[in-house]
């Protein structure tokens, strides 16, 4: 036989004639594919999520903080980018993972090529993995600390990144609001974005709120204004004083990553001194994680964590089920919760806390993103909720 013949009946390999990115996993996994966006390399957490749409929105979400993020649906690209669809001025991801190449925008409202926006951001991305194995691998086994890398030349040092992958110490314990928080008080302008005018002024204000910014996203910010909040933004770090000075009406504990154990420690006796003040109080995901602290309960790291737009949970009071857009690896334990906190929302998928209230006080909180960006807008009721909160109070 012949080499050419040899040649021709040889096995096709799924591999790329060179590998141009990695991904390194702290066991030594090694998953090779072509790489997107800019050069270069990020260690973090390994998470995926289940959006069909977003994905501009999901890379810019300071909940995503120390965090490479797997996308499920194979065709990202096809609505491209823009500078309207983003949640925060500094990304936070660390990179992406994705089955096929990045495709053509088709999206009026595009500007540029997703493509092109991550290396804008310089943000790593590799195509060509099997996504729904590593999904599989990550609902199994839970969520991998690794690297992805990605050089146009095809070399890498895997041992080096080996061990960079194993020495990163992960998000048990780490404060990462810190890093993604504003780092100064400022004030909010703006509402929601409207397809015949872009992003609208701030409905007439009625009430003034403090947002606590622990990691929020823009269109938080928007649906509180849209509401009729008049919002002033103040860093993770603000003391009691710092908040209370701006004599709100009531107070935002906004969203934001990493470890709510570790944010606490300075978060927390804020929050409580908060409580006392018998303020109306809103808060969504880390937000709603440390309000549970404040109140005595305890929080946990998940094995593979929520992240899509397409979670189903479920009103503990109206029996109505909301489809809902989450981001979190940590929860509140339920058994945890001291009496005078009430269970309001529980997942569907594996019954976790999802919603909280004090029966005492107007507070309360929920786990997921009821401002959607992406998804569905089933929950924006929560905002008006935490307007009458103030309402009733004033």
Known sequence: MTAATKSAHAPASDEPPIATAIIVLADGTVLKGRGLGAE???????????SMTGYQEIMTDPSYAGQIITFTFPHVGNVGANPEDVETRTVAARGAILNLDITEPSSWRATQGFDAWLKANNLFAIAGIDTRALTHRIRDAGAPNGVIAYAKDGKFDIPALVKQAKAWPGLDG????????????????????????????????????VAIDYGAKDNILRCLADAGCDVTVVPATASTDDVLRHKPDGIFLSNGPGDPAATGEYAVPVI?????????????????????LALGGKTSKMHRGHRGANHPVKDLHTGKVEITSQNHGFEVMAESLPADVEITHRSLFDNCVEGLALKSKPVFSVQYHPEASPGPQD?????????ENMAKRK
């Open 379 to 387: 929950s924006h009721y929560l905002f008006h909720r935490f307007v």
């Open 40 to 50: 270069g390399k990020a260690v973090g957490e390994i998470c995926f999520n289940t």
């Open 174 to 209: 780490m404060d990462l609001a810190k890093d993604v928080t504003c780092r100064q008080t400022y004030h909010w302008e703006g509402g929601l974005w409207a397809l015949n005018g872009g992003y609208q002024k701030s409905a007439p204000a009625k009430f003034k709120v």
């Open 272 to 292: 409580k001194d908060l409580i006392a003040k018998d303020l109306p109080i809103f808060g969504i995901c880390l937000g709603h994680q440390m309000l549970a």
